[in-house]
């Protein structure tokens, strides 16, 4: 097979950014391949809300239509979220004053997924390939980093991409830390849900979150909602920042995602207003995830011909769901370069 650059590239972890940026560089015709720890593509079954800059990213990388096939609605029409309170009164606290094009779109992450990998040629797809480092090749004049995997198996590539999440191992290389100090536990725990729309109706619940994103804040707490599949499913983010837990805690990696009750989440809201008592009413055990960050920020996203993407960059709290989106625009810079004349 022939290609455009006299380049190899490996991208480290085939989640939405990983593959993203795979799907490009092939359409490019570059050499690419792509390392996954997993033994095949998973996405946990929980919505995305992709805003106006994430839209704007897929449109360049030319994904927006193959995404939107695996979607609904058939096109972005939500806009940036709406600030409501989450005490009682319910107060309107802000919208922001946006274009009309300025259109988001929530997403399942499965179809997201589904979506992406569909546009790959799947021998470039390597699973069960867990990165345990990357160097440099003893040999200056090859210019290559060697990747080393679990299995103790190496692979050479003029460019390496470290995709690898918020755990990345490439980040080791970029920072030069040998430890993972710089992922820290934030204090804040989210709590993950899927609602039907007719549930939420039939509870009594007034807001109407069919049509557009929410942010419903109390006081170190707060719910981020947002409609996916046409508006029948609302999906919730409930984030609670428990501020009596020391700085620094650390929580092990077995535990960063547990489940919860009802309860548990009735107990941490008691201070908020009836809309949110009643949706959190109807929340059968959410999956809680021990919110994590890089923290301070790098310095830098990368060293020599290697880089770094999406959560390994910076891993950040979700609060305002912007992860995917910031991920994409990586996504869109790194192939711009790579791909530039
Ligand atoms: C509760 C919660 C809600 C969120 N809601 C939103 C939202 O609504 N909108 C939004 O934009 N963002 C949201 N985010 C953030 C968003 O999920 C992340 O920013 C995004 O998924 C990061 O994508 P990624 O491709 O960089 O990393 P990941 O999705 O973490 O993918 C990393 C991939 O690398 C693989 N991998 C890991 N280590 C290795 C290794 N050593 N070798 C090989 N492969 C490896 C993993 O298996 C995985 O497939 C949310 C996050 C949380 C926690």
Redesign the pocket.
């Given at each position: 097979m022939s290609f455009n650059k006299d380049f190899r590239v490996a991208i480290?972890?085939?989640?939405?950014?990983?593959?993203a940026c795979a799907v490009y560089l092939l359409r490019a015709g570059i050499h690419v391949d792509l390392?996954?720890?997993?033994s095949r593509?998973?996405?946990i079954g929980?919505?995305?809300?992709?805003?106006p800059n994430?839209v704007r990213a897929l449109d360049f990388l030319g994904l927006t239509e193959a995404i939107l096939a695996h979607a609904s609605p058939s096109k972005p029409e939500t806009r940036p979220f709406r600030f409501i309170s989450a005490l009682a009164g319910h107060q309107f606290i802000h919208d922001y004053e946006t274009l009309p094009e300025d259109l988001g779109l929530?997403i399942h992450?499965p179809a997201f997924i589904d979506a992406l990998a569909g546009l790959i040629d799947p021998s470039i797809i390597h699973f069960n390939?867990?990165?345990?480092s990357v160097t440099k090749h003893d040999d200056p004049g090859r210019g290559a980093s060697i990747i080393h995997?679990?299995d103790g198996t190496t692979v050479e590539a003029e460019v390496v991409l470290g995709?690898?999440?918020?755990?990345?191992?490439?980040r080791r290389t970029v920072t030069e830390q040998h430890d993972a100090t710089r992922v820290v536990f934030t204090r804040t725990v989210?709590y993950?849900a899927m609602l039907p729309l007719e549930d939420i109706l039939q509870a009594g619940v007034q807001i109407d979150f069919s049509r557009w994103p929410h942010n419903l804040v109390g006081v170190n707490k707060h719910i981020?909602i947002?409609p996916i599949k046409n508006g029948k499913i609302i999906?919730f983010?409930i984030f609670y920042t428990d501020k009596s837990i020391p700085e620094g805690t650390e929580i092990p990696g077995s535990q960063w995602v547990t489940s919860a009750s009802t309860q548990e989440l009735l107990e941490a809201f008691d201070d908020c207003g009836p809309e949110v008592k009643k949706i959190l009413s109807l929340i059968e055990k959410p999956s809680k995830?021990a919110?994590h960050s890089v923290d301070p920020p790098l310095e830098k996203f990368s060293r020599g011909s290697v880089a770094l993407?999406?959560?390994?960059?910076h891993?950040?709290c979700?609060h305002l769901?912007?992860?995917?989106?910031?991920?994409l625009e990586d996504v869109r810079v790194i192939c711009e370069l790579l791909t530039h004349p």
């Open positions: 480290v972890g085939g989640g939405i950014c990983g593959l390392f996954e720890s997993a593509f998973k996405e929980a919505g995305v809300e992709l805003g994430a929530g992450r390939k867990r990165c345990v995997f679990a995709a690898d999440g918020i755990r990345s191992t490439v989210a993950r981020i947002f999906n983010v995830w919110i993407i999406g959560d390994a960059a891993g950040m979700p769901g912007a992860g995917v989106g910031q991920g």
